[in-house]
């Protein structure tokens, strides 16, 4: 089990990171607000969870240890593999989920790709008295913090990390505020993925 990895980070890339421990670049699979914190040629400390197959060995990255803890607990339940863990995460933060969980709120459930109406119901009865109540400030599930235009920060550096040039990842976060105009701010994750869009126009 490798519990982190802490390093230069070396590339960063849609899904993931390369970290160099010592000479050794260790792969990292991570949600895009994870990746949005992480920045090319900077020291990083990043929480793991390693994922044996038969076939491969996959390193699971994370912003913080409770990330991780979340990460590893949704995989207890029916159906839900790392990929799709990985997922939930890049809609819901922890305790986003949790709330969902708690609240047995399948709507906001369903909002993670390939997850339907009775996934959902499964997950809110195999995890509601194993993932706990919300240990943050409430939330809104679905909802990662990043009100006001901290978001902007986050996503312009994820931009910067993937090989853009700050002038052409702050148009893009630009032309993606200008699209929200005054509505409710999705995750980080999903405002990336709509400056991407906008770059590859």
């Avoid at 960063?12 to 421990?21: E, L, M, S, T």
């Avoid at 109406?117 to 499964?122: D, F, P, T, V």
């Avoid at 195999?126 to 109540?133: H, I, Q, S």
Wanted: charged share 20%; with cysteine; proline share 6%.
């Amino acid at each position: 089990m490798i519990a982190f990895v802490s390093g230069k980070v070396a590339a960063a890339g849609p899904d993931g990171a390369v970290i160099d421990v010592h000479g050794v670049g260790m792969a990292v699979q991570c949600t895009p607000a994870t990746l949005a914190g992480l920045k090319v040629g900077e020291d990083a400390h990043v929480p793991t969870s390693m994922v044996v197959r038969e076939d491969s060995l996959t390193l699971f990255g994370f912003a913080d240890d409770d990330e991780r803890q979340i990460f590893e607990l949704l995989q207890t339940a029916s159906g839900v593999g790392p990929r799709l863990a990985l997922a939930m995460l890049a809609v819901h933060s922890p305790d986003g989920l949790r709330l969902a969980v708690a609240q047995e709120d399948v709507t906001a459930l369903t909002k993670v790709p390939g997850i339907g109406k009775k996934g959902a119901q499964r997950i809110v009865l195999e995890l509601k008295d194993r993932l706990g109540g919300p240990v943050g400030a409430p939330e809104v599930p679905g909802r990662r913090p990043g009100a006001g235009q901290a978001w902007r920060a986050q996503v312009q550096t994820g931009l910067v990390n993937l090989g853009w040039t700050v002038r052409d990842a702050d148009a893009a976060v630009d032309a993606v505020a200008a699209d929200l105009d005054g509505t409710e701010v999705p995750p980080v994750g999903e405002l990336l993925k709509a400056a991407l869009k906008k770059l590859s126009r």
